[in-house]
């Protein structure tokens, strides 16, 4: 088992609700059989993280720690596996979540608009494809009634 000894980001930047964990020399050691490795950024150098869903994005990112001249190479999705990482991130995260909340709502209320935009749509649609039908069967009383709704519809909504 692999134990994270010290991990500290070098840099940390929050844009929408990314997270960017940045580390370098000497931020980021781990234990292996009582030895302690340093990382060193030669490969992957950072954590992608998304606060909504508290996922890490690059998993396949390589990262490499060093003891002389023995190296150990960890894709991140496996440092995550084998090691205590999760403890060592938690605080991060936490912190970093409490200064995206607005930032979250405002994506939740862009969302809310998008789902009533593609449901009018769908409406829309619906109303079109019923009309098509009252047509090809001649029901003319069902046709003026969905005229009628589709016009209410068309006004209800203003682009």
Same mark, same amino acid.
């Given at each position: 088992?692999?134990?994270?000894?010290?991990?500290?980001?070098?840099? #940390?930047?929050?844009?929408?609700? %990314?997270?960017?964990?940045?580390?370098?020399?000497?931020?980021? $050691?781990? #234990?292996?059989?009582?030895?302690?490795?340093?990382?060193?950024?030669?490969?992957? %150098?950072?954590?992608?993280?998304?606060?909504? #869903?508290?996922?890490?994005?690059?998993?396949?990112?390589?990262? !490499?720690?060093? +003891?002389?001249?023995?190296? /150990? +190479?960890?894709?991140?999705?496996?440092? =995550?596996?084998?090691?205590?990482?999760?403890?060592?991130?938690?605080?991060?995260?936490?912190?970093? $979540? !409490?200064?995206?909340?607005?930032?979250? #709502?405002? !994506?939740?209320?862009?969302? *809310?608009?998008? !789902?009533? $935009? /593609?449901?009018?749509?769908?409406?829309?649609? *619906?109303?079109? +494809?019923?009309?098509?039908?009252?047509?090809?069967? +001649?029901?003319?009383? =069902?046709?003026?009634? =969905?005229?009628?709704?589709?016009? %209410?519809?068309?006004?209800?909504?203003? $682009?």
């Amino acid at each position: 088992m692999i134990h994270v000894q010290f991990m500290k980001p070098f840099y #940390t930047k929050v844009a929408g609700t %990314k997270l960017r964990l940045v580390f370098a020399y000497q931020y980021f $050691s781990i #234990t292996k059989d009582e030895e302690i490795f340093h990382f060193i950024p030669i490969e992957g %150098k950072e954590m992608v993280i998304d606060l909504n #869903t508290m996922q890490i994005e690059n998993l396949s990112d390589v990262f !490499v720690f060093q +003891r002389g001249n023995r190296f /150990i +190479r960890l894709p991140l999705y496996q440092l =995550l596996l084998v090691s205590n990482v999760h403890e060592h991130l938690m605080p991060i995260l936490e912190n970093a $979540s !409490v200064n995206v909340q607005p930032t979250t #709502t405002t !994506v939740k209320a862009e969302l *809310n608009e998008e !789902v009533e $935009s /593609i449901v009018r749509a769908l409406e829309e649609e *619906n109303l079109e +494809r019923l009309i098509d039908d009252a047509l090809a069967v +001649r029901d003319e009383d =069902l046709f003026y009634y =969905l005229m009628m709704e589709k016009q %209410k519809l068309g006004e209800g909504f203003v $682009s």
